[in-house]
T-cell receptor
Framework: AAGVIQSPRHLIKEKRETATLKCYPI?????VYWYQQGPGQDPQFLIS???????DKGSIPDRFSAQQFSDYHSELNMSSLELGDSALYFC???????????FGPGTRLTVL | RKEVEQDPGPFNVPEGATVAFNCTYS??????FFWYRQDCRKEPKLLMS???SGNEDGRFTAQLNRASQYISLLIRDSKLSDSATYLC????????????FGTGTRLLVSP
């Protein structure tokens, strides 16, 4: 069965650079979620989209923005990167009417 | 205080043992509850949803006590492959099902 796809899988950036992470949800899933997991931490909700509209917002810094496109894929844009942004970034998708989220393999971002 | 609290462990058990994890949540309006499993540096994978009536999937049994806001996971006949971090996860009601994770309980099953 198709799963959530994330790219890139690994990304290394310098401080103050920008990064774009991509997420392709499971086909026919209409809701996408982004989570950040720091070293030794549990995943923290950042932002979600339903039918291409932002549906919920969590602890996402103002330096980050995200959107969902007409093909339902989503991109997380991160600017002015800081050392503390180094983390695993997971995307999850869900189909409306259900409560289960399926996670992608994550993007490991390292900020040097 | 975290919204979802778990004992971080680690729980060190021999193969074949039975082990139980507990979790408490603070938002009494939460409607959906899950146990996810996470291996090192990998994505969380759904182990099972948790229902009020309790549910079982092979060697795994989950229970929910809404009155006490308490969730449990029982693993019977532990296998080496069960070694992982088990995340207790609760949804935040009134919206689009964003999830709140516990810090996870680490399980180490040894031969």
């Amino acid at each position: 069965a198709a799963g959530v796809i994330q790219s890139p899988r690994h990304l290394i950036k310098e401080k103050r650079e920008t990064a774009t992470l991509k997420c392709y949800p499971i086909p026919r899933h209409d809701t996408v979620y982004w989570y950040q997991q720091g070293p030794g931490q549990d995943p923290q909700f950042l932002i979600s989209f339903y039918e291409k509209m932002q549906s919920d917002k969590g602890s996402i810094p103002d330096r980050f923005s995200a959107q969902q496109f007409s093909d339902y894929h989503s991109e997380l844009n991160m600017s002015s990167l800081e050392l503390g942004d180094s983390a695993l970034y997971f995307c999850a998708s869900r189909v409306g009417g259900t409560d289960t989220q399926y996670f992608g393999p994550g993007t490991r971002l390292t900020v040097l | 205080r975290k919204e979802v609290e778990q004992d971080p462990g680690p729980f060190n058990v021999p193969e074949g043992a039975t082990v139980a994890f507990n979790c408490t949540y603070s938002n009494s309006a939460s409607q959906s509850f899950f146990w996810y499993r996470q291996d090192c540096r990998k994505e969380p994978k759904l182990l099972m949803s948790v229902y009020s009536s309790g549910n079982e999937d092979g060697r795994f049994t989950a229970q929910l006590n809404r009155a006490s806001q308490y969730i449990s996971l029982l693993i019977r006949d532990s296998k080496l492959s069960d070694s992982a971090t088990y995340l207790c996860v609760v949804n935040i009601p009134g919206g689009f099902q964003k999830l709140v994770f516990g810090t996870g309980t680490r399980l180490l099953v040894s031969p």
